[in-house]
């Protein structure tokens, strides 16, 4: 028999590639249980059906682009008892965030062939430069199990379990050799966090840092060590410009090797 009064969920999109969206979606088997103990009320990668709110918990995924999003994050905050952002783009302004280190409107005029019908913030920002934000769950894409957890967390009250520790842990669960030391490769492994499986290394490849900045990382070392390497400035650079460029702690250490 179906319990009363499931908790709602909402899964909202902003600027993003839909990838977080569809690692729920790709739960599968775990997601049958999830549908047991919720009410899913708003998520149309998945359902035309719409639940109006209020809702107990909201997934956002996806960074802000546009005057219209900031204004609609808002009304999305005030309809959610819990806010949950997920993936790079709604925690660090994902891949799109490049364009803050330069004119926003020289690159769409370079993008777009007709760029007056653009119609776009300077910055692309993520969720919590709006809102409150109850909890911000990594990656690019999200992991799939993390986010089962979280979701499972709020539901009973809890705190979630998401490892803030970085790759490196992974790699030794793991028994994979470290790359850096093994073969001379250059890896964010030291300062990303956690999520991953340590996927790259795996294949003996460095860490390109999808999962974003690990709590306090030393990003500095580790530019040294990519120097000692013979990496230049502007490798290490590019290293920390990508999908989390805007993080805080990539973002100042790309900054530090500007120019």
């Known amino acids: 028999m179906q319990r009363k009064n499931k908790p709602k969920l909402a899964v909202w999109k902003f600027a993003s590639c839909d990838g977080c969206q569809l690692s729920l979606l790709d739960c599968e088997d775990e997601l049958l249980a999830v549908t047991d103990a919720i009410q899913i009320a708003y998520f149309p990668e998945a359902t035309r059906a719409v639940i109006k709110g209020p809702y107990d918990l909201s997934l956002v995924e996806g960074s802000i682009t546009t005057q219209h999003d900031a204004e609609r994050i808002h009304q999305v905050r005030r309809a959610s008892k819990s806010l949950i952002v997920i993936g790079a783009c709604a925690t ?3 891949i799109q965030a490049l364009r803050n280190f330069g004119d926003a409107k020289r690159l769409t005029s370079l993008v777009y ?5 653009i119609e776009t913030l300077s910055k692309s920002t993520p969720i919590a430069d709006h809102v409150f934000v109850d909890f911000e769950l990594r990656g690019c894409p999200i992991n799939k199990d993390q986010l089962l957890e979280v979701v499972s967390a709020y539901l009973n009250g809890r705190k979630p379990n998401v490892p803030k520790y970085s790759v490196c842990v992974e790699c030794k669960r793991r028994g994979t050799p470290c790359v850096m030391v093994s073969q001379g490769i250059p890896c964010l492994g030291p300062v990303t966090q956690a999520g991953c499986g340590a996927l790259c ?3 003996q490849r460095g860490c390109y840092g999808c999962f974003g900045p690990m709590e306090t990382p030393n990003t500095r070392a580790l530019s040294e060590e990519w120097k000692a390497m013979g990496k230049t400035s502007q ?4 290293a920390f410009r990508t999908y989390n460029a805007y993080a805080d702690a990539f973002r100042k250490e790309s900054d530090a090797h500007e120019g």
């Open 92 to 94: 660090a302004g994902g």
């Open 113 to 117: 062939a007709t760029p007056k019908f």
């Open 201 to 203: 290394p795996v294949y």
């Open 235 to 238: 490798d290490v650079l590019r």
